[in-house]
């Protein structure tokens, strides 16, 4: 049995032991179902009281299971199936709670893993460089985080140090994750085309420091180490050693931020960029200053790219003031401004609505497009390659990626979200001799999402009326 479907068993049974329902069945089954009733409130309230005693201490635990199943029926190389799936376990500890002294009042440690595993239908199916699943990457056991956060000024001034992706920290929205496709969540897709930006799991050393200049504008910077080994599933920890880095990546932005606490309409606006100062493969020329996809030499490491960004969420509706229902507009634009990268542009827009049927308040509706606009370094490589072969079919400039979903909230911990994709014009970058382009494709998708640490009474807000740490995700 594999490590996800032990997970999925062990979620169910969790799931079938803190549903408050089989508390209430007791009195009227029969005795053998009341006694798994009152031995299954036995071990919920066990574990609440194990989170409670840790809340106590200051450590808070998150854990949750996703699952991302995905066909084609219709386009791409061929018709097929594939899942991917992630197990995530996280700490976050309130050190003046657990050392309980005044010194390290506003102090934190973050730490997360995952263990992923499954396949891409990109790679096997559709033939695209971004899939339909975001649960992808280092499919293994990995370190994800190991932070120390620090607070000054009433919280006005936040520092993060330690080993972490860039990417939780730079170009994250909690709106990206409510869809599947991996253009959209967990961020916007040129940035691995155009640097050397980090992704989920792969941590590497790293910082950043945010500035509350009043109580909605920010600025914020970082710098992340660019180590190629730090994304290798064989360094299940990272590599630690600095001695295979090659450079440093800088992300930066200028923010204005709200929340209900400070807005009927909350709202994010960010312009920001990065300045990637490490070495990376040139998507075109060789090693000895011809062409790769004719010589077949090596592809020549490049050194230094550049990028800017500009994205936004806005709240436009919202019609109870006593919950969070509405209907939210969000959007991007991203273009790499220097060096040779694969994507030259993206842009993306999206409506999430929250909130949809009568008694529906916790389920979302969501729709996006998003448009990746390929670099004439990517796009000539490919033409060279098919010229190669004698093919002469002029590949596309552009891709478009489409998703539409429901959010239905099962419980407060089971979400499940079917949704409709579809990726226009998929370029073959992986397959640059392939004489043809690849058909548009149409996929099947549902991304389910456990919240472990919530189904078996451990979450935060089931532990304490108190405002907690804000999570790492």
Known sequence: MSRISTAVLAGWAVLRLSDPAFAQQAAASDFGSSVSDVVGAQVQNSFADVGQTLYDHGVTVSSSFTAEP????????SQGATYAGQVYFGLDVDLAKMLASE????????????????????????????????????????????????????????????????????????????????????NPALIYFASNFSGFPES???????????????????????????????????????????????????????????????RHYQIGGWVDRSSYASPLYAENGGFSALNGQPYAMQFGRNGVW???????????????????????????????????????????????????????????????????????NVRLARAAVGSFTAPRPYMVMMELNYGWQITPAVQI????????????????????????????????NVDLAKAVGIGAEDLSTHERQQKVF
Request: aromatic share 12%; glycine share 10%.
């Open 70 to 77: 995905a066909a084609n029926p219709v386009g791409g190389i």
């Open 103 to 186: 010194a390290a009042k506003d102090s934190f440690v973050h730490f997360a893993m995952v263990d992923r595993e499954g396949n891409q239908l990109s790679q096997f199916y559709v033939g695209s460089s971004i899939g339909p699943q975001e649960i992808w990457g280092i499919q293994s056991v990995h370190l994800a985080v190991l932070t120390l956060e620090r607070k000054f000024f009433d919280g006005r001034l936040d520092v993060t140090v330690g080993r972490s992706p860039a990417n939780i920290t730079f170009l994250e929205s909690p709106i990206y994750c409510h869809f599947m496709n991996n253009a959209t969540c967990g």
């Open 204 to 266: 590497t050393w790293g910082g950043d420091v945010k500035a509350w200049l009043t109580d909605k504008i920010y600025l914020h910077g970082g710098a992340y180490e660019a180590n190629p080994r730090d994304g290798d599933a064989a360094w299940p920890l990272g590599e630690w050693s600095a001695a295979h880095a090659t450079g440093a990546i800088m992300p930066f932005e200028l923010g204005y931020a709200t929340s209900f606490k400070n807005d009927d309409l909350p």
């Open 310 to 380: 500009a994205r936004f969420d806005q709240m436009i509706t919202h019609p109870d003031p006593n919950s969070n229902r509405g209907l939210t507009l969000f959007g991007v634009f991203m273009g790499a401004t220097s060096g040779q990268p694969i994507m030259s542009q993206y842009y993306e827009l999206g409506l999430l609505q929250q909130g949809t049927f009568e008694g529906r308040d916790a389920d979302t509706l969501g729709f996006v497009v998003n448009v990746e606009q390929w670099s004439n370094y990517a796009l000539d």
């Open 417 to 448: 979200s079917p949704n409709l994709q579809a990726i226009v014009n998929p370029d073959n970058f992986n397959e640059p001799t392939r004489p043809n382009n690849i058909p548009t494709a149409f996929i099947i998708g549902c991304k389910l």
